[in-house]
Structures are given as structure tokens and as C-alpha cells.
């Protein structure tokens, strides 16, 4: 019985091989040139990019290396473009990413909050990612498990051109392993080779006090990256704008479909928080109520979008119940972070 199932299990092992392998061969010779389907990002052979050890740890109870062979491939594409010394954009070129998402990687991890007894919802989780070269960039939780569109972080493993029908230009390939954030307009937190990922949760501590009658902030406090402290003022120029929605909540579901009117929260702030490229890669935001509810917030998310799903300030100063202020992000799928009688906004560069 031994000499008969020790041959079929090699069998089955090879087969399994075997599938995996014609698997990335389907991938590296599946290309459209002659442009016979409506596909346009299929149209370039795909480069392999060499993968390194990734580790995720940090606020976690299970820290470990990841698994990539359990892991589904996402694509993204995306334009890339850097930011010059002198303020301009220097595009690099346009891809298609294969890979797998921080969804994915993260979505097995166990949260263990340092601050869980005094705030327990996740939206003042953020994470940081870095490689051995020295660099690191940060997203909020929100950007990964709250939007609209998910799956458009990941780290590649495959690339591929996506070349302009007409001049056939040819955008430089990487060769390792790369992060890439799908959604930011200037692609500085695209690092290469990263490997390690780590979860954290805000350092910025506030009373919390859900009992407050009426629930409302007169005033918005701003404090830029040097500790300098303000009260945000909309400027008269700006133009309100309105945003239809379905305004769902992950625990209670519809909450109305109303619309939102207000004004484009970077529009607001863009003189307090000028871009720059470290601000890009690893300024984060604490924003938080009068109650002390509060989430984290990437600067790329803010202020770096391609998308135009923008987070909405809307300022009503007759509303004595979760006003003045309130936010709306209209990027997330859920109104988790959807802040009302909101009162600070703080800056930090991680």
C-alpha cells in the first residue's frame, strides 16, 4: 500500500507544480499585440519582479513573515510622476502593476490596540511600511479597508508598459519588488523592495466623553507640523460644493441619502500644509470631535488624490447636535469616518 501512495502523492505534488508554473507562464506570454481585444492594458509583455522577505508586526498579536503563495493577484494601473525640487511633476510612465494588496496581507492579522481599552474602533489605525534602504511611507486604515475601490495597494511582483499607440514610448521597467499606491496622483510612496510593515495606532490622546449635550464645536483648532496652533477659516472665495451619496454605516447600514454640501477640506488647508515629498510619504493627521472620537488620515489621501473623491468639510453653525463642523469622506464606503462636532486637526511627519 506504501510503494502505491508514496508515487501518487509525488504525482500530485508535480501536478501542482506544474500548474503553478503554466500559471506564470500564462501570464508572461498572454499579450494582446495586435490589439485583437478591447483590453488596452494587456497589449506589452509582463516583467517578473524579484520578491524579498516581507514582515508584518507592530500592534498585532500574530507578527510574522507573509505567505505570498496564499494570496490572490490584484492588478492596478497607474500613472507615475514624481515630484521635482522646484514644486513641478516629472512623469516616469504608465504600468500595470500585478500583485498582491495590503487587504490581503493584512486581513488575517490580529489588532492589538496599545490604546484598545480608552479607544476601541480601528480608525485610528494606521500602518507604516519601510524596506532596508531606509524608507518609509505611511497609510491610514481607512485607505485600506474603508474606500469605494479596494485592492489598489499592493506590492507587485509583475509589470508591464502601457505604451502610447502612437509614438510607442518605452517608460523604464523596475526589476524588484515594488509598492504601489493606485490611487495617489504623485507616486512618492511607491517604494521599492519593501519589507516590513507595521501597525500602529495614533500616539495623540483625548478625553473621551460621549455624554456631552449639546454636541457642538464652536471651533476648529489646526496645528501645523511645528506645533503652531490655528483656527481654521474658510475662505471667503471658496465655492461650496455637493456631493450625492448613500451614506451607509458598517454597524447601523443606511443612515439617510441626503446630500452633502460643504467645501473641499484641502482646499481649506493647502496654505497651512504646503506638499512636499516627505509630507507625501509619511504626513499623518489626527483628526478628532469634541467627544474624542478621532481617525487617522494619510496626507496623500488628503491632498494627493487621483480620484476626486475628496474629504468634505461641511460647516453648519445652526446644527447643535454633532456640529459646527462636520467631515465626509467621500471616498470610504462606510461612514465610520464621517466625523461630527469635529474640533482638531493635528500634523505629524512620521
Known amino acids: 500500500m506504501k510503494k502505491i501512495v508514496i508515487p501518487i502523492?509525488?504525482?500530485?505534488?508535480?501536478?501542482?507544480n506544474q500548474n503553478k508554473e503554466s500559471k506564470q507562464v500564462a501570464q508572461e506570454v498572454m499579450i494582446d499585440s495586435l490589439?485583437?481585444?478591447?483590453?488596452?492594458?494587456?497589449?506589452?509583455?509582463?516583467?517578473?519582479?524579484?520578491m524579498v522577505q516581507?514582515?508584518?508586526?507592530?500592534?498585532?498579536?500574530?507578527?510574522?513573515?507573509?505567505?505570498?503563495?496564499?494570496?490572490?493577484?490584484?492588478?492596478?494601473?497607474?500613472?507615475?510622476?514624481?515630484?521635482?525640487?522646484?514644486?513641478?511633476?516629472?512623469?516616469?510612465g504608465a504600468y500595470r502593476y500585478d500583485g498582491y494588496s495590503l487587504f490581503d496581507i493584512l486581513n488575517i492579522v490580529k489588532i492589538q490596540k496599545k490604546n484598545a481599552d480608552v479607544f476601541p474602533p480601528i480608525i485610528d489605525l494606521y500602518i507604516e511600511v519601510s524596506n532596508d534602504a531606509g524608507e518609509k511611507v505611511v497609510?491610514?486604515?481607512?485607505e485600506i479597508y474603508y474606500p469605494n475601490n479596494l485592492h489598489k495597494i499592493i506590492i507587485a511582483n509583475a509589470v508591464m508598459r502601457i505604451v502610447p499607440s502612437k509614438t510607442k514610448e518605452l517608460w523604464p521597467l523596475p526589476e524588484t519588488s515594488k509598492l504601489v499606491?493606485?490611487?495617489?496622483?504623485?507616486?512618492?510612496?511607491?517604494?521599492?523592495?519593501p519589507t516590513r510593515i507595521t501597525v500602529r495606532s495614533l500616539d495623540?490622546?483625548?478625553?473621551?466623553?460621549?455624554?456631552?449635550?449639546?454636541?457642538?464645536?464652536?471651533?476648529?483648532?489646526?496645528?501645523?507640523?511645528?506645533?503652531?496652533?490655528?483656527?481654521l477659516s474658510i475662505p471667503k472665495s471658496l465655492s461650496p460644493v455637493t456631493f450625492n451619496t448613500i451614506f451607509y454605516g458598517r454597524g447601523r447600514g443606511i443612515h439617510s441619502t441626503t446630500p452633502f454640501t460643504g467645501y473641499c477640506l484641502k482646499d481649506i488647508l493647502h496654505s497651512i500644509y504646503p506638499l512636499s515629498k516627505d509630507k507625501i510619504q509619511r504626513g499623518l493627521f489626527t483628526v478628532a470631535a469634541l467627544d474624542g472620537y478621532r481617525m487617522s488620515v494619510t496626507y496623500s489621501e488628503l491632498f494627493n488624490r487621483n480620484d476626486q473623491q475628496e474629504f468634505l468639510l461641511i460647516d453648519d453653525p445652526q446644527n447643535m447636535e454633532g456640529g459646527r463642523y462636520k467631515l465626509f469622506p467621500a471616498c470610504d464606503f462606510f461612514s465610520d469616518r464621517a466625523i461630527k462636532a469635529l474640533n482638531e486637526i493635528r500634523f505629524e511627519i512620521r
Do not use: M
Request: hydrophobic content about 40%.
Open 9 to 16: 502523492l509525488l504525482l500530485i505534488a508535480w501536478s501542482c
Open 35 to 50: 490589439e485583437q481585444t478591447n483590453n488596452f492594458y494587456d497589449n506589452e509583455p509582463v516583467q517578473q519582479l524579484s
Open 54 to 92: 516581507l514582515v508584518v508586526d507592530g500592534e498585532i498579536a500574530n507578527p510574522d513573515t507573509v505567505d505570498f503563495s496564499k494570496l490572490p493577484i490584484h492588478s492596478v494601473i497607474v500613472k507615475e510622476a514624481l515630484l521635482n525640487a522646484d514644486g513641478t511633476n516629472k512623469f516616469i
Open 139 to 142: 497609510f491610514s486604515w481607512g
Open 181 to 193: 499606491a493606485g490611487n495617489d496622483l504623485l507616486t512618492e510612496r511607491n517604494i521599492s523592495n
Open 204 to 231: 495623540a490622546t483625548f478625553k473621551i466623553n460621549r455624554e456631552i449635550k449639546p454636541l457642538f464645536s464652536d471651533k476648529l483648532k489646526v496645528v501645523n507640523v511645528n506645533g503652531n496652533e490655528s483656527f
